[in-house]
């Protein structure tokens, strides 16, 4: 009822906020940005997510906690594009793709965790989704950061409402905390994914070529 | 016509003698030997407790006109335990392989069943044609959030068995160890050593998934190990090797970002390069000229006999001073 009132109000509030003035405003973007940089934020990312995850499992209780649940994924509307992909499909990835695709990912990502900020029981919860949270956006802005140095635009925002429409609020409590258990494997799955895709990207464009097109561009 | 008849170690066995009656006078065989008849309850054959030996040709033949009346193959075993399995990806992202077998064997035939899970979706693992009891699977999709179930199931004549194995993509992945492990003195560097090694050839692609690689290395004489973890490259210098001593090296393997380490390479021994002793090299030099020509003994140089490249143990050392002497005496009689 209304809870998914709220849901989709503060996503839409999070989410619609452009994030270049966010990158205008840092310092540490631009010429600093590399691949190598974000390769390790993915790193570090993941690595957090592995107690936050065990964390924030434990608070949802059995059985999202036990180690070998195994759920089948519901028929419920994809809210994340899924890091799964066909190999031979991900090897072609153009640079641009493959960033985009990260960059988007991310971006909802953290959309949906910020929300699950607000609405978590325990301090202590609280306090870890922040600080994650807060390493997340700046994995998103050094993506970012990557791409503008690449001269890529960025995709435009988080593709309208994160939450479209179509997709049914969770009616009980068990099913609410199945979304948040397929949100952190998601999150878990990109992670594994984007080291991937940055390996790739690190072969592809190395550093030297992104310092020099910024001075191209006169930054 | 002919059976065969699977029994359990332990269980008790009654042959009948086909279609004859209980007080028919038989007599029953067993690898073309005559049984007792001890044995017999009447035309039956009882096998009591029976074990692995037992398992044989019995055959049945009708007292006086001595016609084989039923013949049977009694193979005497076990029904399966819980099978072990393991599921691995040495070569990610092509896919994985999964081999099982028995912890101890039934002594019969058995039939291996494995299937694969993923999602909703079956999927088909080959089997291989060496090693047996081996399959593998190629990945479709690469990144999946959806764990993969294996179900091994085991069946014989005395019982069935399965285990199960589930889990994620990334888990699995464990490389082979690296190949072609050489460890080498560096002239003139007492104190250092050349190893260098290649990815294992069944990683197929180390350009988008590269590999890091842990070093370990001790003299033959500590028991404590050096560790060395290198995030690229296919080389390293130790330099705080002890100077003479031999040294024992082995290499890991791990996806630089998921899964666990490879077990450890084949280990290679070397000694760094060590200095010539001053006297020895002088004997040589004086005992080359003169019983080059005229010694039957092969003394090469001594230097020769010391620099054996990259397997130089500590006993090479005792050959030099043997060598050395053995040239020194046979140049004394030349004198």
Redesign the interface.
Known sequence: GDSWGIFTFLCAALCNLPALPALNCSEELGAGQSIQQTYDLT?YL?HQLRTLAGTYLNYLGPPFNEP?F?P??LARAERVP??????DL??GLTDNARLAANYRAYSRLLCYLRVLDEQVGTAELRHRLAHFCASLQGLVLSIGGVMSSLGYPLPAGPAGTPAPPGAPAAPNDFLKKMDDF?LL??L???L??S??DF??LK?KVPPAVVTLRLEARGF | DSHTQYERVGADVTMKCGSMDWDAAVTWTVNGTDIDESHLNGSYLILKNVNLSQSGQYACYEGSSWHLKYQTSLRVGMPPKEPVLMCRSNNYPKGFYCSWHLPTPTYIPNIFNISVIHGTKDMVCEKDATPKNRCHIRYLQLFSTVKYKVTLTVTNPLGKNFTTLTFDEFAIVKPDPPESVVAKPVPNNPRRLEVSWQNPSSWPDPESFPLKFFLRYRPLILDQWQHVELSDGTSHTITDAYAGKEYIIQVAAKDNDIGTWSDWSVAVHATPWTEEPKHLTTEAQITETTSASTSSFMAPPTTKICDKGAVVGSGAVAVCWTAGLVVAAYSVLFI
């Open positions: 790193r993941e070998d195994n089948p994924r899924s890091a799964t992909v066909d190999l991900w090897r397929w494997k998601e878990q799955t990109w594994w994914r080291a991937k390996n790739r072969k």
